[in-house]
């Protein structure tokens, strides 16, 4: 009878643990899970960065080549202004028309690149609105990113001390559990992500929900061994009998 009351205790003791050690996995849970939450926010942040920075690339791309057709320009007014001064130089009428059809070329080339130069002006501007609107969807992203992880890293430091707290009243009930209850407890707690004793209702395992035979539960009013689970390998209890 001793032994039958001194296991009931020990089957006590390891409920009043399991209450502590699920509140303790679900804080770690969440000490895991919260920066992963924020990471997700962190992600779509950084590729608005790398959109932004995309667009800027693109912009100068648009700047450079701006800058070419410019240069191009020039060049074509140097060279029609060129032609232009040598038509009183020129001894024969050949030479006068052909200089004519070469500023004539000239001319037409320099109205193509004037025609460039003025669509780059729109696809600067577009550019340039471009990159200003994802300035601004960036800079929102930023301060989200900013108030969330100020929210995260304070949740977290909460967290934090709750599971400190735990892990103190833990300490403090498994010096009254026996070592082999302990140990046993423990390696299911962890092969079961933190729920390694559940009770009997219904004749049905509180772990796994498979019904249970009359002879476990036999054995289990008997307090003579700690019974399992067939399916989960949880520790069971009745709840009538604590």
């Known amino acids: 009878m001793a032994?039958?009351?001194n296991l009931k205790d020990q089957i006590k003791k390891l409920v009043e643990l399991q209450v502590i050690d699920e509140e303790i996995f679900r804080f770690k849970r969440q000490l895991r899970e919260k920066p992963a939450d924020l990471e997700v926010l962190k992600a779509g942040f950084e590729a608005g960065k790398s959109n932004l920075l995309s667009l800027e690339e693109k912009l100068k791309g648009i700047l450079v080549k701006q800058k070419e057709l410019e240069l191009d320009l020039k060049?074509?007014?140097?060279?029609i202004s060129k032609?232009?001064?040598t038509l009183t130089l020129l001894?024969?009428?050949?030479?006068?028309?052909?200089r004519l059809l070469e500023i004539e070329?000239?001319?037409?080339?320099?109205s193509i690149v004037e025609e460039k130069i003025l669509l780059g002006f729109d696809e600067v501007e577009a550019a340039k609105k471009a990159v200003d609107a994802e300035k601004s969807v960036v800079a929102q992203k930023e301060?989200?990113?900013?108030?969330?992880?100020?929210?995260?890293?304070?949740?977290l430091a909460i967290i934090a001390d709750q599971v400190k707290v735990k892990e103190s009243q833990r300490s403090r009930l498994t010096p009254e559990v026996r070592p082999d209850?302990?140990?046993?407890?423990?390696?299911?707690l962890h092969n079961k992500e933190g729920l390694a004793i559940v009770k009997v209702a219904d004749h049905t395992c509180g772990g796994c929900f498979m019904h249970l035979t009359a002879q476990v539960l036999n054995e289990l009013k008997k307090y003579n061994q700690i019974i399992t689970c067939d399916m989960c390998a949880r520790i069971l209890y009745l709840a009538d009998d604590l």
């Open 75 to 79: 060049v074509k007014e140097e060279g």
């Open 83 to 85: 032609a232009d001064g």
């Open 105 to 110: 070329n000239l001319k037409a080339d320099k």
């Open 143 to 155: 301060k989200e990113f900013a108030i969330e992880k100020k929210k995260v890293d304070d949740e």
């Open 181 to 188: 209850c302990l140990s046993r407890y423990e390696r299911i």
């Open 91 to 98: 001894k024969t009428n050949k030479e006068y028309q052909a």
């Open 3 to 5: 032994q039958d009351q």
